[in-house]
């Protein structure tokens, strides 16, 4: 009597081990959700189409480090060590990191998500080695921005065969808030990112990632924060190369110098409410602004201020710190622009005191300049007018315009985020009138001062960071200049739908479709010119992130800078043409060097810390399973069905 119980016993584990060679690795693929069974538990994420229609599995949302909250506030970041029982939602988008939207504060502390887009791939096409993985840093001044999949959608990298990936990491002052000692070493922003870098070491395999083939690839100042963990030795075997975008570790608004960081953190927890008891040290960061960009007052404008909270020593104020609300403390950020908005990057990376956790220790000059970084691949890029993004404003409002005018001097170097580094603002001042406007600020100035930024604030940064990559290393290095003039701009955002050049972040909308996203009610669409330029940079960038060399079908081979001092370049006006070049700017970029050799020596000293797919995909040819799981499942099915029959016989 017992028998057909046992029987019955049989046949549902026969059921359950069907089931599970069905499911593999842990991908389902019979509907219209996805199933990947990680080292947490199983995460259910979901199918798009690239621009080609070829299917994509997105899992969204997945935390890579616990919360950073409570105790856990300006502290290096904590390895995710949670497991879940039920299937996890990765369908959608984790919570953005706290920022300023419109001058109050959105998101939430509870934000350290990652986003893995997997592309389909036919079982003809497989290959036995895992693919590369490409991680991918937003930007924002450090200050604002997230790993939107509507915006850094994988619809054009991922026709090509490589992972993507994107995170969130902790922003302004609660990413990158400094007592420059070890009370809060600052940097936790930079943190964030290395340890979804080994979250990715970790757990790529998973999703069928090769975690020994990892590109780190980033855009303004999240090009900044990957050029600063290229250089730092604590990321070795976390990727192999890297990629910057408008950005790099020795921007003069890359890294703030300790001392003076100090006092701009400290005056925050002020105006906060907790107040050391001697706050000597603590200067207005900004002695010529008592406004904040709204007009009022900083001392009275803060409305809902608590009481403050006299503290004794830097423990003492962490403390209080982190019993401060997290959107007001947000808030607060606002308080510390010179001229309007600028300067842009008020909080962010900063010199820390040498520690196990300690990502940057010396500066960024001194560690390019001695060829102490890593010896890696890397491929920089800039555009031809990157200023826009700062001159837009001057453009479209006179009023602005005229303001600088009248204050060039003053406002010159905040506009610039050169306020840090710039001791005479005079003959700074005085220098950029006589190259850039011969000598009449007055004349041109919009045309004139968008040279100026895209040089100063972006352009000669980078091209020297390139320069001692090649000179320093052996490594390859590639440089690019993108000056396609396509269909959409991000100068779009100033309400009029005016092309006035190649801006910061225009290159960005043909690796994601963040523009077509963002402009998609003007009902403007692809050109076969910008079709083309996706094509041929999408194709570079991942033969560089699978191989170490970008090429692309019918275009001349991209040339080590090193050789020859030849340059990609991308686009001509509104062609599509690549070609290379050699000579890049020259003569502006001499003068910048001339200009800010002794600005920077004297910059650069200043490191003194203070003590102490869908339904009509093939299910056969979903994420690659692994034959060993499938044949060991496949070997046990048919020994209980063989006990099965002898049983029954």
Excluded at 76 to 93: G, Y
Excluded at 168 to 180: E, V, W
Excluded at 278 to 305: C, L, W, Y
Excluded at 440 to 453: D, E, F, P, Q, R
Aim: glycine share 6%.
């Amino acid at each position: 009597m017992s028998t057909p119980r046992l029987d019955v016993r049989i046949w549902r584990c026969v059921c359950v081990l069907v089931s599970l060679l069905i499911l593999g690795d842990g991908t389902f693929v019979n509907s219209d959700k996805l199933l990947v069974n990680t080292k947490w538990g199983l995460v259910r994420g979901k199918w798009s189409r690239t621009s080609r229609d070829r299917p994509v599995a997105n899992f969204l949302g997945i935390p890579y480090a616990l919360p950073p909250v409570g105790e856990l506030r300006f502290r290096e970041p904590q390895r995710w060590n949670r497991t879940w029982t039920t299937i996890r939602d990765a369908s959608e988008d984790g919570e953005i990191c706290i920022q300023l939207y419109e001058g109050s504060a959105i998101g939430s502390e509870n934000c350290l998500y990652l986003n893995i887009y997997v592309p389909f791939i036919s079982e003809e096409r497989r290959k036995p080695e895992k693919l590369s993985v490409l991680v991918f840093v937003h930007g924002g001044k450090f200050m604002i921005g997230s790993s939107d999949s509507k915006m850094y959608a994988p619809d054009y990298l991922l026709n090509q065969d490589v992972i993507l990936v994107t995170m969130n990491y902790r922003l302004s002052s609660l990413g990158f808030f400094s007592t420059s000692n070890q009370a809060s070493p600052g940097n936790y922003g930079i943190k964030d990112v290395k340890m979804a870098l080994e979250w990715v070491q970790e757990n790529i395999h998973s999703f069928e990632g090769n975690p020994k083939s990892v590109t780190l690839m980033g855009h303004s100042a999240g090009s900044a924060l990957t050029h600063i963990l290229a250089l730092s030795q604590k990321t070795e075997g976390l990727f192999h190369r890297y990629i910057l975008h408008s950005g790099s570790a020795i921007n003069a608004w890359s890294v703030h110098a300790p001392r003076r960081y100090r006092q701009l953190c400290l005056q925050l927890a002020k105006l906060a409410g907790c107040q050391m008891q001697t706050d000597d040290d603590i200067i207005a960061p900004n002695k010529t602004t008592t406004e904040n960009p709204k007009g009022k007052d900083v001392k009275t404008s803060t409305q809902n201020r608590t009481s403050t909270l006299i503290v004794r020593d830097d423990e003492e104020l962490m403390r209080c710190m982190r019993s401060v609300d997290a959107e007001r403390l947000e808030t607060m950020t606002q308080y510390f622009s010179i001229w309007r908005d600028h300067p842009w990057c008020t909080f962010g990376p900063t010199l820390e005191v040498d520690s196990k956790d300690a990502i940057l220790t010396m500066h960024p000059w001194k560690i390019v300049k001695e060829g102490l970084f890593r010896d890696i691949p890397a491929i920089f890029q800039v555009v031809e007018d990157e200023g826009l993004a700062k001159t837009i404003e001057l453009i479209t409002n006179p009023e602005v315009e005229d303001e600088l005018i009248e204050n060039f001097e003053e406002y010159l170097c905040p506009f610039l985020e050169y306020n840090e580094v710039i001791s005479n603002t005079s003959l700074f001042a005085s220098a950029i009138e006589d190259y850039y406007f011969n000598g009449n600020v007055s004349l041109g100035i919009a045309h004139n001062l968008t040279k100026t930024a895209s040089d100063g604030l972006i352009i000669w940064p980078m091209f020297r960071a390139a320069q001692y990559h090649s000179e320093r290393g052996n490594s390859s290095i590639y440089f690019s200049y993108f000056t396609y003039h396509g269909t959409f701009t991000f100068t779009f955002s100033s309400g009029i739908s005016v092309h006035y050049g190649i801006t910061h972040g225009d290159d960005l909308n043909y690796f994601f479709p963040i523009l077509n996203y963002l402009f998609r009610d003007m009902l403007l669409h692809n050109t076969e010119n910008d079709i083309t330029i996706i094509n041929v940079v999408t194709e570079m960038w991942t033969s560089f992130a699978i191989n170490g060399t970008p090429n692309a079908w019918n275009t001349p081979a991209w040339p080590k800078y090193r050789d020859h001092h030849e340059f990609m370049r991308f686009g001509i006006d509104r062609l599509s043409d690549v070609v290379v070049q050699t000579d890049f700017l020259s003569d502006r970029m001499e003068f910048w060097g001339k200009l800010m050799h002794n600005v920077l020596a004297e910059s650069v000293n200043d490191n003194v810390f203070v003590s102490e797919p869908p339904k009509d995909v093939d299910s056969n040819n979903a994420i690659d399973y692994r034959s060993a799981v499938q044949l060991a499942l496949f070997a046990i099915i048919c020994f209980i069905t063989s006990q099965l029959f002898i049983r029954m016989n």
